[in-house]
T-cell receptor, first 115, second 111 residues
Framework: DTGVSQDPRHKITKRGQNVTFRCDPI?????LYWYRQTLGQGPEFLTY????????KSRLLSDRFSAERPKGSFSTLEIQRTEQGDSAMYLC?????????????FGDGTRLSIL | DAKTTQPPSMDCAEGRAANLPCNHS???????VYWYRQIHSQGPQYIIH???NNETNEMASLIITEDRKSSTLILPHATLRDTAVYYC????????????FGKGTHLIIQP
C-alpha cells in the first residue's frame, strides 16, 4: 500500500496561467475526492468520483476548475486563468467501497502559489 | 452532515493520555464519527471512526456517549509527534461524498 500520491508537491505560477495537478489514489480504491485548504482553515470538499464518473461537485468548484478521472484510475484537476484567490493546498483522497463506512485516505497535497 | 464543536487548542504532557472532546448534538442515526489529524504541511491522516460502540486501534481509542451527542478521542501515551490539528467529523453512512472539516483542535504535546 503506497498511499495516495500527488504531483507536483509545489506549484508557483503567474496570475492568468493554467495549472494541472495529478492524483494517484490507492490502487484498489474506486472513490476519489478533491479538497482545497487555505491557511488556518480545514479542508473544503470540491468534487468526488466513483470510478470514472464525477458524481458530485461543490459550489466552490467554479467553471474555471475541471476535474477528470479517465479509466477510473488517476485523476487530474485543472485550474484555468488562475487568480490570487486560488492560492491554496489542493488535497486528493481516496476510499474503497464495501461493508461499513470506508474512511478516506489523503495525499500530502499540492501547494499552489499565485504570483 | 451534522456540525461538530471542538476546543480550539489543548496542551498535554508527553507520556500522558491526551483526551480530545467533540460535541455533535445534532448527529443523526446513520452518521459516523470520524477523527483525522493533520501535521503541518501534510495531508489529513485518518485515525479512527465509529457509529455507536467504542472503538480502539493501534493509534487511539474512540469513546462515544450513549446518546451519541459527544465523543472523546484518547491518545493513550502522547508523544511529541502527536502535536497536530485534530478534526472531529460527522459523516453519513456510505461515505460517498465529501467530509465537512471544521477548524479542529490544535493539540500541543509538551516535553
Amino acid at each position: 500500500d503506497t498511499g495516495v500520491s500527488q504531483d507536483p508537491r509545489h506549484k508557483i505560477t503567474k496570475r492568468g496561467q493554467n495549472v494541472t495537478f495529478r492524483c494517484d489514489p490507492i490502487s484498489e480504491h474506486n472513490r476519489l475526492y478533491w479538497y482545497r485548504q487555505t491557511l488556518g482553515q480545514g479542508p473544503e470538499f470540491l468534487t468526488y468520483f466513483q470510478n470514472e464518473a464525477q458524481l458530485e461537485k461543490s459550489r466552490l468548484l467554479s467553471d474555471r476548475f475541471s476535474a477528470e478521472r479517465p479509466k477510473g484510475s488517476f485523476s487530474t484537476l485543472e485550474i484555468q486563468r488562475t487568480e490570487q484567490g486560488d492560492s491554496a493546498m489542493y488535497l486528493c483522497a481516496s476510499s474503497a467501497t464495501g461493508w461499513g463506512n470506508q474512511p478516506q485516505h489523503f495525499g500530502d497535497g499540492t501547494r499552489l502559489s499565485i504570483l | 452532515d451534522a456540525k461538530t464543536t471542538q476546543p480550539p487548542s489543548m496542551d498535554c504532557a508527553e507520556g500522558r493520555a491526551a483526551n480530545l472532546p467533540c460535541n455533535h448534538s445534532t448527529i443523526s442515526g446513520n452518521e459516523y464519527v470520524y477523527w483525522y489529524r493533520q501535521i503541518h504541511s501534510q495531508g489529513p491522516q485518518y485515525i479512527i471512526h465509529g457509529l455507536k460502540n467504542n472503538e480502539t486501534n493501534e493509534m487511539a481509542s474512540l469513546i462515544i456517549t450513549e446518546d451519541r451527542k459527544s465523543s472523546t478521542l484518547i491518545l493513550p501515551h502522547a508523544t511529541l509527534r502527536d502535536t497536530a490539528v485534530y478534526y472531529c467529523i460527522v459523516h453519513s453512512g456510505g461515505g460517498a461524498d465529501g467530509l465537512t472539516f471544521g477548524k479542529g483542535t490544535h493539540l500541543i504535546i509538551q516535553p
